[in-house]
């Protein structure tokens, strides 16, 4: 059986580096979704529309592939953080979160036929942050520059050293790309990542 084309709605490395482990072969596409929330848009729905409408973009142009949009919004009460952009930001975001508890929000969604066809799931994942110094701050800002990370950190990295707990039904969605999902996704669209068949006390 052929595999559909496989396409990657992103530019983020991070999400290309999380689907190379499924060793499938896949292309890459600038998305060039405008990602301004709505007025009144919660967070959770923000982050499942960016995702729907990046795969929608991606496969209006491949409509012959399966194509994979995702998006991340961290949350930190009621109130969502996005990337910071700027070392000033990210000393704001951090000095904010210290302490805390804060809710990183991750959408993953898989489209076909132009977009008409459209599946997606949103993954949370609760991190307790260590009460960090201002000193920890700005040394983790110089090693990381995580200034394209929603929450101003990156767990794959040195950012770990900021996290007292994670809990989580898929560590690879705090990175931002739930692979778990992404394969039960593409597995409903007819594309198992690994031949499917019985488990062997059924056959």
Same mark, same amino acid.
């Given at each position: ?63 012959? @592939? /399966? !194509? ?10 009621? +109130?969502? %953080? ?5 070392? *000033? ?31 997606s799931r949103l993954v949370p994942t609760e991190v307790q ?18 200034y394209d990370c929603a929450g101003a950190a990156k767990i794959?990295?040195?950012?770990? @050293? /900021? !996290? ?10 705090? +990175?931002? %790309? ?5 394969? *039960? ?19």
């Amino acid at each position: 059986m052929t595999r559909p084309r496989l396409v990657l709605a992103s530019t983020s490395p991070y999400r290309r580096e999380l689907l190379e482990r499924l060793r499938l072969p896949f292309e890459v596409v600038s998305p060039g979704v405008d990602e301004t929330p709505r007025d009144g848009e919660l967070p959770a729905d923000l982050c499942v529309r960016l995702a729907r409408d990046k795969a929608r973009a991606g496969a209006k142009r491949f409509p012959d @592939a /399966l !194509v994979i949009g995702s998006d991340q919004v961290a949350v930190l009460g009621e +109130v969502a %953080l996005s990337k910071p952009g700027t070392h *000033d930001a990210a000393v704001a975001q951090l000095r904010a979160m210290r302490g805390r508890r804060v809710a990183f929000l991750t959408a993953i969604a898989v489209a076909r036929n132009a977009g008409a066809d459209i599946r997606s799931r949103l993954v949370p994942t609760e991190v307790q942050f260590r009460a960090f110094t201002d000193a920890g701050i700005e040394a983790y800002l110089a090693a990381d520059a995580p200034y394209d990370c929603a929450g101003a950190a990156k767990i794959e990295s040195l950012g770990i @050293a /900021l !996290v007292e707990r994670v809990e989580s039904t898929d560590p690879t969605a705090l +990175v931002g %790309l739930p692979l778990i999902a992404l394969v *039960d996704l593409l597995a409903e669209f007819g594309a198992a990542v690994l031949p499917a068949g019985l488990p062997p006390d059924r056959v």
